[in-house]
């Protein structure tokens, strides 16, 4: 396949996808910010993304969703491409409030429909703001919302599992709740990192066992991280497991 149809099916994405944010997204988000209702706005956004991922033959195959336990979760998944989050999103059976790094926010219509989603942006590079958004988005889990998170902190640059921070741990800890760890394989080679080229192909997004965090203490948040990066690494493909089998996630 030639470089030139690669790029039309970018092109493609990227002028229709902007006609219907801009179309699409004031009415919603304003309805949104009236009703106090976020539903329509986050499924209008994540049905819309996904008709045109599928339109330049980017397929999402789902396993697993059994296994999804009833009530407020924490969503746990690898993050790997500018591909993972829709295919990752539109799997979860439930609306969901995502943690975001800060600068998503800045966008045009784009930020005001994550605010009204009610997601919560996140500075990574400034630990005491990293943390209060941490503890903002544990009183919204306590307070009945379920939450996405990529324990990673960043994109893979490579596809393969990084380390994990500790923030989804100690929100499951502090929460109660069941964490369901998401292993998503082939995202990377729809979307490289830091290229804009959209590559058809087919992203699989898998739901694992749920972890019990209420069954960890604060102090035990290490080993909590651990039994989740385990879970995540052993469910996905070989070439994209850690390159260090057996070394601890700090």
């Avoid at 640059?157 to 929460?175: T, Y």
């Avoid at 035990?220 to 996905?236: G, Q």
Wanted: proline share 8%.
């Amino acid at each position: 396949m030639g470089i030139s149809l690669l790029m039309l099916r970018t092109l493609f994405v990227a002028i229709f996808l902007s006609l219907y944010i801009l179309l699409v997204g004031p009415p919603v988000i304003l309805y949104t910010v009236i009703t106090k209702n976020p539903g329509p706005l986050y499924w209008a956004g994540v049905k819309g993304v996904m008709f045109f991922v599928r339109a330049v033959g980017v397929r999402v195959r789902v396993r697993g969703v059994e296994r999804i336990p009833e009530g407020v979760c924490l969503f746990a998944a690898n993050h790997t491409s500018a591909a993972d989050p829709p295919a990752i999103i539109s799997a979860i059976p439930r609306r969901v409030a995502v943690l975001l790094k800060e600068s998503l926010f800045k966008w045009p219509i784009v930020g005001q429909a994550f605010q009204a989603a009610r997601f919560i942006p996140v500075n990574r590079s400034d630990r005491e703001s990293a943390i209060a958004s941490v503890e903002k988005a544990t009183a919204a889990i306590k307070a009945g919302q379920s939450f996405l998170i990529y324990p990673e902190g960043t994109r893979s640059p490579d596809g393969r599992l990084q380390e994990f921070k500790k923030g989804a741990v100690v929100m499951a800890i502090k929460a109660g709740v069941p964490i369901v760890p998401m292993a998503c394989s082939g995202a990377h080679r729809i979307m490289e990192k830091r290229s804009l080229v959209i590559h058809p192909g087919e992203i699989v997004v898998e739901f694992l066992e749920p972890i019990d965090a209420s069954k960890y203490t604060f102090e035990e948040r290490d080993i909590l991280n651990k039994v989740v990066h385990d879970a995540m690494a052993a469910a996905l493909p070989p070439d994209q497991r850690p390159a260090t089998a057996g070394k601890n996630p700090k």
